[in-house]
Structure formats: C-alpha cells, structure tokens
C-alpha cells in the first residue's frame, strides 16, 4: 500500500494493538477465594482472625483503609497442559502475595489506580506460575490486602478479577514489538526514511494480524524484527535507566500502609530481578529500609543480596526524604548522619547522592551540608513543576550561601514515574537543556509516589530499546555510575547560586501549624537536652549519664515526621491525628529528660538544698527577666553556663513601663493602638524616629479567602479580603515587668487572644497568641509595614541568611512572593532596621517594605480538618540601629525560641568536696559565632560542638572550653577528624569563612 497515509497506518496499527493485548491471556479457571477482613493489619501468623468471607468476582470485600488476608485456592485443568500458566488478581486495592513463611513475595495493585495515565498504567495484576503446565498443579496462595489503591483513594472494595490463565506468550512479546515500534514512529519527523520503513512495517504486521492466532503472531513478529534489530550509530547522549519506586512515607495514606507499600514494592523489585538479567532497581530512604528489616527479615536478606550483586542500589544520603525549607539545620545534618551511617552499617555502602526527587524546595544550605558529609552529589526533578520561570540547566554545579558547590542534576525527562517508552528518550533528547556539554542524562523509571515501582512493561520496553535506531542509547545502570560520568564533564558545566526555589507549593510553609510548632519545639528541646546531658556526662564520667541510644530513636521519629508529606503539611487527616499524639508524648518526654539532667546538674553545683540554679545554653551572657514562684528577678546568666536565683539583680517600681488599653511605653519603645486594635505607632525614643510607614497601621489581622489546597494558596490571594478580626476586648495592666495589653478577636467562628508587651529595659515588642480558628477556605495573616528602605530582606534559614528581594520588577521575583525564614525575617538599611521575629512560623512575605507573616491556612484537601484547632504561637518586633549584624538580630532570635532553664537542688551541699559546675562549659569569643550543638560523639567518647559563622562576613575566633583536653580536632559533619587543631590545651583558635559550619571534636584529659 505505497499511497496509504501515515495517520491511517499508525491508526489500524494501534487497533491491531489493542486487540492483540485482549488476547494474550485466555481464563481457564475461576480460583476460589475468601478474605478475613479486619480494621488494621494483622501478622501472617494470625490472618485467619478477621471476619471471613467467601468471595466472587464482584462481590464487596471492605471499606477505605480496611484490611484482609486473601486466600487464593484453584487447580490448573489438564487442558492447559504444556502452556505457561499465570494467575490474574485484581482486588480492588493494593495486594502482596507471601510465601509459606509469610514473606513477601509480589505485590499487586489495582487497575484502576489512580495515576497519570500519561506515564502508563500503574496496575499490576499477573502472577507467574509455571512456564509449562503439567495440568493438576494446585494453587493455594495467601495476599496481605489493603482497601485502597497506589495513592489511598476507595476504588469500590471488590473483587474484581482472580483467575487461572494461559498466557500467550508470542502474542505478549509480539504486543510490546509492536507497541515499541508504533511510538518510535511517532517520535520521528515525517521526513525520516527510518520512520518510513518502520511505520511500514508495522502496517504490514497488523495486516496480518486480522485474526489472531499462533501462525499469524509468529509472522507479524518476524516481519518487524528487521526494525527492533536495527541500531544507533555513536550516541550524542546516553540515557542511564534505573528502576525506581519513589514511596512517601506518609502522604494519602497513614504511615502504616507505608510499611505494607514497602514489601509490595520491593518483593516486585525482586522477582521482576530474577525475570531480566539487565534490570537494575534502586530505592532510596533508610527508614524504608529500616521498616523491611523489622518487620520482614527474610525478605530484607533478599535485599541484602541483590544490592551486594550490584543489581539494587540503595539511593540517597538522608534518612527519609525530607522537607529542606522548614526542617532546622542541625535536623538536616542527622538526617545526613543518620542515613550515610545506616546504608554503610547495612549494606557497605557510602552514599555518594542526595536523592531528593519530591520536595518543595531547596535551602541553599545544603551544598555545604552535602560536602562536608562526603556527598558530592544531588538529583531531584521538583523544579520542573515551577510555575512562572523554568530552571535554566538540568546538570549544573549548584553554589550554596557560603560558596560550597556540589554537582546537580534533574533528569530532562521531568518526572521519577518515566514509563521508560520511546516518547520518554525522544523528550531526554529534546528537553535536556545541558546537551550541548554533557552527553549524559538520567532515566528514573517506574510506578512511584504510591509505589510499586516498574512492571514488566517498562522492562520489555527497555530491552527493545538499548541501541534502537531512532532513540538515544539507553543502558540500565545505578545512578552513581551515571553521576562519576557526569563528574568527567563538570568542568564545562554553569553554576547556579543561591536557594533551588520552586514556585509552587508556598502553602506548605504554613499549612498545619501545630505540626510545625511541635517540630520546632522539639529541634530547639533536642538541643537543650543534649547539652544538659553532655555537661552531665562530662562532670560525672558516666556513659549512663547520656542514653544515646534513645536520644537516636527519639531524633529518627522527629526526622521521620519531617517527611517532605508530613511536615509541609499535605497528609491527610489520619496522619496528622497519628503525629501530633506522638509529638505530644516526644516533647513531654525530652521536656522530663530536660528537667531531670539539670536538677542533677543543680546538685553538683555544691550550693545549698532548696537554691535556685539558672542554667543558659546559649554561647552568650544572658540578663532578663524571669518569673519563678510567682516572683520576678532579673537575672545574669554567663554563656552555656549556670547561675543562681538567688544572684538576681533587684529593680525599683519606678522605672515600670506604662500600659494604658491605647499605649505602651518603655524606656526604648512607644506604641500607640488604634480603636481596632491595631498599632498606629511605634516609635523608637532612643533612635528618635518612627518604626512605621507613615499612615499604615501593624499587626491587622486579615482574612484571605483562600480556596487552594494543602499546597498551594492563591497567587492574587491579595485581592480576595475576606476580612480582618474584629476586636471584641482590650485590657492594659502591668505584669511584673512588664507593661501588657491583652485583645481579643473574632471572626466568623474563630477567636483569637493577644497578650502585647514590652518589657522594662526590653528592645522587643511581644506577642505572644492563641488563636482558636474555625474557618474553612481562609487564610490569617499578620504585617508589619516598616520604615525601612530596603531592596533585600535578610531572612534566616538553616545555619546563615538568605537575602531576598522585596521588589516585583520582573517575573522571578514575583514568583517568589512567599518565602521561608525560621527564627526571623529582617529589613535593614545601613543605619536601622527593623526584625520580625517567631517561635513557630516559616511563611513569610517581604515586599516594598511590608513584613507580612502568614499565620494559619485552613484548605479543604487533603486534610479537610486543617488547621481548625487551638494554636498557640509568639512573634515579636524587634526595631534595631543599625543593620541586622550590627544588632545581632540572630541573637534575638534564639533568645526568643531557647529559653533559660531553672532547677532546684534536691540533696544538701557537700561543702568542699562537692563536685562544682564550671560556670561556664564553652565560650567563643566572636560575636557573630554561633555554637548549634553541643552533644556526645555518636561513636567514641568525644565532645563534639557544632559552630557556624551567622553574618556572611567571615570571622576569626577562639573557642575556649572550661574542661581540661587532650586534643581539640575539627572535622566533618559526620565526625570524621580532618585536622587536628591542638594538643593538651583548652583553647583552640579558629577561622571561618562566609556562613561556614565547623564540627569540633574534644577529647578530654
């Protein structure tokens, strides 16, 4: 037919496709099968103890999140005697068939999953079971079940499809002969002689197949086999292909089925290892990892094997997949620590790659954090999903805030779900944006997100595709074979400076605040506890002084919780139900862990029975106020050092500041309210000018409409008021002291108190809130106009600033209107400035001079309950002379979120011999050093301390340590020593970079 027309041909051709594939499995007998259906998942050992039903192709089985162990039982007819045979389940829901032991064998998942079908189908419903039937052999097969598909949603609860079948296994290669060389004639231009002779031949092969049986599938195969055979010539770029299963640890799932996602996942990975010999499959997430070894150790042992083959790679430097706008800094570092140590322990491995394919965002923190972990590394494809602006390279050297580069690489393809077809390497070819110096790019292929990683379809895909005339080379290898090439061609590569933003997803840095206040609460709670206890093992010489082992378990939980599906804020409802009872038992149980090391610190300070003892973490003097008993002092406590209450300094009634129900007024600040509540003036006596833009008024309180989800809130949510909070009560008094003014709000169903104040002496504004928001499709948020002239805002991330723009004059900066800061986000000209400070809070808006807070998000999806609790928050105002350096904002903002400790010494002094606590551990003599942590080693008998330098100006400094030593070393993150500093000294001088991190190692005499 040399005048037919290519659209007809591809046409008939992808109609003899689909008929052929309703031929390659041909039912021959029903199986019988019953389910013993219970709330939660139960052990193989006790499956039989649910509610047992028989059940039939159509019948309903369960609800959503129900659980069932499936029994299978049949018997293969003599008919089917020497034919391959093959099972076909479909529950309706997520499956995975085990052995005699109970160990995970496959998993299976419903057709009807929801997924892009774009990327292929996600559904796996063929179990092998012999190639050559004998007839007679007896089917007896259990299946843990879950009701629910790959991404948690109810598809009906029943059974649908369970069936002894003859598979036809001509006609099955013949479908993916075909269904390659169709799509490689779509990829090529009409002009190509190759598409010509390819669309041809498929043409004249579905001709043949106008009925279909043996003789017509083996000529249909031999007349494209000239096609498949044909090969490239010398590749202008190489795909690397590796299976992957991306798996969020908790998402539209609880965390529990993630355990159950796991097995099913990687018991496919491992039989679809044994069917093709090229097949090379990766998962990433030690926690996964973890969750295979406890809870299926045979199937674990499997892994073990097929990664020391080199056929799984186990993928990424971090113990889960974590958000990295919001997690702090030193969470960050464990992560890194936590992870590398697991992999190595494990498997032998060290981890090379940051594997980081699903987060929201990248903090420009993270290039040093990387190299100074031995990660040289890092993949992710989330910067394609930006909105406005599309990410300039996908292989670049991406530069962090302290000038640490470490070599990055987005796979052109977009996306960790590649379905591996000839589409997917003609788009690598197309879209790769670095393929005029690199002739290397990265394929993840596979059903991932709800797991369940590649099918046979990607596999038959691939080994059609390795050399196919027409496509790019593709060659299935681990990705750190793919990275060492690309290493090769750095040199040639751009660098990309700053934060990796993407501009989609800004609601997660708000979006279920309570998470978020437990997750700060319990970084800066973990950090106070493992300096009470160093100073405590420290003094007393006992390794029972400091329970590593459970302080590793309690961070793991908190790191897991970090999960870029759980703390961002985009679970559903069962997971934040699940998490925020266990945050609550955590933060009790670190706060005890707290208490009980500093009253045992109080005894060892040799002051009497009943004295008060104040002790600071922080690396800087401290003088405040603090209420004890009802009683106000004002205390003096040296840095990450100790003091009594009973020292305090007294002040006199007279120097008070003044509280009216329409003013504030300290020695420092004068703040007048409107009628409504909020602040029409603040003004700073000592600076002798005002804080405020002219005319604005501060701290209003506006309600956004807001009918975005989890994610994503409106970009023009501006333009959609739905109003502000009406002040219902206002009351002035003085507190101690402190002058106070409490409000109370209202909106629609929500309330809101606010107790203002400043404090005597004090250079903050205070406001400290609960909020009791019932709203649903609403936004809170809170600003501050200032008068600052300004272009950058300075907003603090992980271990440094991150400077900002505050205009709009071209579309990436507009893009960029929400922005993360932790502890406080600063306008600052040379010679003022003003900070915004929180305990709790990460989104952030900073345009044209207005410091604009978000507060609370309340989207319908996928958790409708979002945010409608009771919250309790604190920010505070902080105006300052001169720039944010100058005024040690960074200082402000640990005071604000690390409070002073008190306890009481419980046994009678020991006079002399009593053991004393130095009256101060560490000191470092730079204003602009900060030490992050103090802790035990995690694998000797050192002291490890962790500084940063916070200013982005560099600095040289000398650390001193209260202690004797025997030898002060630095060294990387993951405690390696890299240079010895000094020997039998306590003091060691040190000099830092821009934003520089340094791990300090104490041995001590």
């Not at 043409?203 to 031999?222: D, G, M, W």
């Not at 002060?968 to 000294?985: G, Q, S």
Request: aromatic residues 10%; charged residues 25%.
């Amino acid at each position: 037919m040399p005048f037919e027309t290519n659209p007809i041909m591809t046409q008939k051709a992808k109609g003899r496709l689909s008929n052929l594939q309703s031929c390659i499995y041909e039912p021959v007998s029903s199986l019988g099968v019953t389910a013993w259906v219970t709330k939660e998942p139960v052990k193989y050992e006790d499956r039989i103890t649910g509610t047992s039903i028989k059940l039939k192709p159509g019948d309903k089985w369960g609800d959503l999140w129900d659980c069932a162990w499936f029994h299978f039982q049949g018997e293969v007819p003599v008919s089917a005697a020497g034919a391959k045979v093959v099972l076909l389940i479909d529950i309706n829901g997520e499956l995975c068939l085990v052995d005699e032991a109970g160990t995970p064998r496959q998993g299976l998942t419903n057709v009807s999953s929801e997924f892009d079908y774009s990327l292929g189908m996600p559904g796996k419903r063929v179990v092998d079971i012999t190639n050559e039937a004998r007839g007679g052999e007896v089917i007896d097969l259990w299946g843990d079940a879950g009701c629910n598909d790959l991404f948690g949603h109810y598809r009906s609860g029943t059974l649908k499809e369970a069936c002894i079948a003859i598979c036809h296994e001509e006609a099955r290669q013949l479908y993916y002969d075909l269904e390659v060389l169709i799509e490689l004639s779509e990829q090529l231009p009409d002009s190509s002689a190759r598409k010509a002779r390819v669309l041809q031949s498929v043409y004249e092969a579905s001709n043949l197949l106008a009925e279909v049986n043996e003789e017509t599938v083996r000529l249909a195969r031999a007349r494209v086999a000239p096609e498949l055979a044909k090969e490239g010539g010398d590749p202008v770029v190489t795909v690397s292909a590796v299976g992957h299963a991306h798996i969020d640890l908790a998402w539209l799932w609880p965390i529990r089925e993630t355990i159950r996602k796991g097995a099913r996942t990687f018991s496919t990975a491992l039989r679809n290892l044994e069917k093709y010999p090229d097949y090379v499959f990766g998962a990433s997430q030690p926690q996964l990892y973890a969750w295979m070894k406890e809870f299926h150790p045979e199937l674990y042992a499997e892994v073990k094997e097929r990664v020391r083959e080199g056929r799984w790679e186990v993928q990424g430097a971090m113990w889960v997949e974590p958000d990295t706008n919001i997690s702090g800094g030193e969470a960050l570092i464990r992560q890194i620590l936590y992870g590398k140590r697991f992999f190595q322990e494990e498997f032998g491995q060290d981890m090379k790659v940051l594997w980081l394919p699903d987060v929201f965002g990248y903090t420009a923190s993270l290039p040093q954090l990387l190299k100074k972990s031995g990660v040289d590394y890092m993949m992710t494809q989330k910067l394609s999903w930006s909105v406005y602006n599309k990410h300039p390279h996908h292989s670049f050297l991406w530069e962090g805030i302290d000038g640490t580069k470490v070599l990055t690489h987005l796979p052109p393809e977009d996306t960790y779900n590649s379905p591996a077809a000839p589409r997917s390497l003609a788009k690598i070819e197309e879209s790769y944006l670095d393929r005029g110096v690199s002739e290397h790019a990265l394929m993840l292929f596979g059903i991932g997100d709800g797991g369940g990683g590649p099918g046979e379809e990607h596999l038959e895909r691939l080994s059609r595709e390795k050399n196919l005339l027409g496509l790019l080379p593709v060659v299935q290898e681990p990705a750190i074979s793919f990275f060492h090439r690309l290493e090769e061609e750095a040199s040639r590569f751009q660098t990309y400076r700053g934060e990796l933003y993407l501009e989609k997803h800004q609601g997660t840095l708000t979006t279920q605040a309570r998470n978020k206040w437990y997750n700060r609460k319990l970084e800066k709670g973990l950090r106070e506890l493992e300096f009470a206890l160093s100073l405590l093992w420290l003094l007393t010489g006992d390794d029972r002084a400091y329970p590593a082992e459970r302080l590793e378990v309690i961070w793991k939980e908190v790191l897991l919780y970090q999960f870029h599906d759980i703390l961002p804020g985009s679970s559903i409802t069962r997971v934040y139900d699940e998490s925020l009872e266990r945050y609550g038992k955590l933060l009790s149980e670190v706060q005890t862990m707290i208490n009980e090391a500093y009253k045992q610190l109080a005894d060892l300070s040799g002051t009497p029975r009943g004295e008060s003892v104040l002790f600071n973490s922080l690396p800087w003097g401290r003088s405040q106020w603090l209420e004890h008993r009802g009683k106000w002092h004002y205390v003096q406590v040296p840095a990450m050092g100790w003091s009594l209450l009973a020292d305090a300094e007294a002040k006199h009634p007279d120097e008070l500041p003044a509280a009216e129900s329409s003013r504030l007024e300290n020695e420092r600040l004068r703040v007048l309210f409107d009628e409504d509540g909020s602040i029409l003036s603040l003004f700073d006596k000592r600076a002798d000018r005002e804080v405020l833009k002219q005319g604005a008024r501060a701290n209003v309180f506006t309600v956004y409409h807001d009918d975005g989800d989890a994610w994503d809130f409106p970009r023009d949510y501006r333009e959609m008021i739905a109003g502000t909070m009406r002040l219902e009560g206002v009351r002035a008094s003085r507190s101690g002291p402190s002058a106070v003014i409490e409000q109370e709000y209202r909106f629609g169903k929500s309330t809101l108190r606010q107790r203002i104040s400043l404090e005597q002496g004090g250079e903050l504004l205070r406001f400290d809130t609960e909020a009791d928001w019932r709203e649903a499709g609403k936004m809170l948020r809170v600003a501050f106009p200032v008068n600052v002239a300004a272009d950058l805002a300075n907003c603090e991330i992980q271990f440094g600033v991150m400077k900002r723009p505050v205009t709009r004059n071209n579309q990436i900066e507009f893009a960029r209107d929400e922005i993360c800061a932790h502890h406080y986000i600063d306008l600052s000209q040379p010679d003022y400035g003003v900070a915004l400070l929180n305990d709790s809070k990460y989104g952030h808006s900073a345009e044209n001079g207005v410091l604009d807070l978000n507060l609370l998000r309340s989207p319908a999806y996928p958790d409708p309950k979002a945010d409608a609790a009771e919250h309790k928050f604190t920010y505070a105002l902080y105006p300052h002379e001169g720039d944010y350096i100058e005024a040690a904002v960074y200082r402000k903002g640990y005071e604000l979120n690390i409070p002073l400790h008190i306890a009481e010494v419980s046994t009678a002094s020991r006079g002399t011999d009593a053991m004393k606590l130095p009256e101060s551990l560490v000191q470092i003599d730079h204003p602009n050093v900060m030490i992050e942590t103090v802790k035990k080693a995690e694998d000797s008998g050192h002291l490890i301390l962790r500084l940063y330098e916070t200013a982005g100006a560099g600095a040289k400094a000398r650390l001193s340590l209260s202690l004797d030593c025997q030898t002060i070393e630095e060294t990387d993150l993951l405690e390696h020593a890299t240079e010895l500093l000094v020997e039998r000294k306590n003091e060691a001088s040190l000099c830092f970079t821009p934003f520089e991190i340094k791990t300090i190692r104490i041995k001590l005499a």
